[in-house]
């Protein structure tokens, strides 16, 4: 995988200092294992995608103006981790709750593809500002963090895949093609699950993959089967999990 770091010691420094001020421990203590989470706020965190809906002083990436933030909450071999969209590239950062209503999200490590200057710049001030999360509270789908620096960011609850979901691995081809929807004349995205296998059309969509012309791609996805789609539908749904590699393509 293809990741970048993002630079992380002005904020971690912050934050030890005020933690340890807060508990009364030395910065040494601070830099120590972080508490595991607590089962029922890890659960209320990992129950849905948060989209980014309001951060002041800032517009908000969503439809329009650029792709929407999300941030997906999960424990992986038994350690916490986010991941998601920062604007512009996926990333993916480790996190441990403290106690009630107190997260700690760390260094976080980014694909590296090029956006245009404000979006590369949100994505900047974003991944900055996760390192800064101190506190967060949930009320029903709405989730609001605050950071060690005063500063409030705001998330709305977007339907996560079922537990059922199956995870699979594929490449998408950095191109789309002509294809038959029905009646309908349109383009597809050419997918195999190995390098050695044939392009196939994938006619449907996969949720939250914002598809870019000359990049190849590898995925990880949620594969779900639906109940009693509409005739001319899918019965099975795709969701990115994750962007594992990605690769400009020259023609």
Not at 92 to 103: E, M, V
Not at 159 to 177: L, M, N, T
Not at 188 to 217: M, S, T, V
Not at 222 to 248: F, K, Y
Request: hydrophobic fraction near 40%; charged fraction near 20%.
């Amino acid at each position: 995988m293809t990741l970048t770091s993002h630079t992380a010691l002005p904020r971690c420094l912050i934050r030890c200092l005020a933690l340890g001020a807060a508990a009364g421990l030395t910065l040494a203590a601070c830099a120590g294992a972080p508490p595991q989470p607590t089962a029922d706020n890890d659960a209320a965190l990992a129950a849905s995608h948060w989209e980014l809906t309001h951060w002041t002083g800032h517009s908000v990436p969503h439809g329009d103006n650029g792709e929407p933030v999300i941030l997906n909450f999960a424990q992986e071999n038994g350690k916490g981790r986010v991941s998601g969209r920062a604007g512009c590239n996926q990333f993916s950062a480790p996190y441990s709750i403290r106690a009630t209503g107190q997260l700690t999200i760390v260094q976080a490590v980014t694909t590296r593809m090029a956006c245009p200057g404000p979006a590369m710049q949100f994505e900047a001030a974003f991944l900055d500002q996760l390192q800064a999360v101190n506190q967060y509270k949930i009320d029903g789908q709405q989730m609001e963090m605050k950071t060690l620096d005063g500063q409030t960011l705001r998330f709305h609850a977007r339907e996560k895949p079922g537990a059922a979901a199956q995870i699979k691995f594929i490449y998408v081809a950095s191109q789309k093609v002509a294809c038959s929807a029905g009646a309908m004349r349109t383009t597809c995205l050419q997918i195999r699950e190995r390098k050695e296998d044939p392009w196939q059309l994938w006619y449907g969509n996969i949720q939250g993959f914002n598809f870019e012309p000359g990049i190849a791609y590898r995925l990880r996805i949620l594969e779900e089967q639906v109940g009693n789609p509409p005739a001319d539908a899918s019965a099975i749904r795709w969701t990115l999990d994750m962007v594992v590699e990605q690769e400009v393509v020259k023609k």
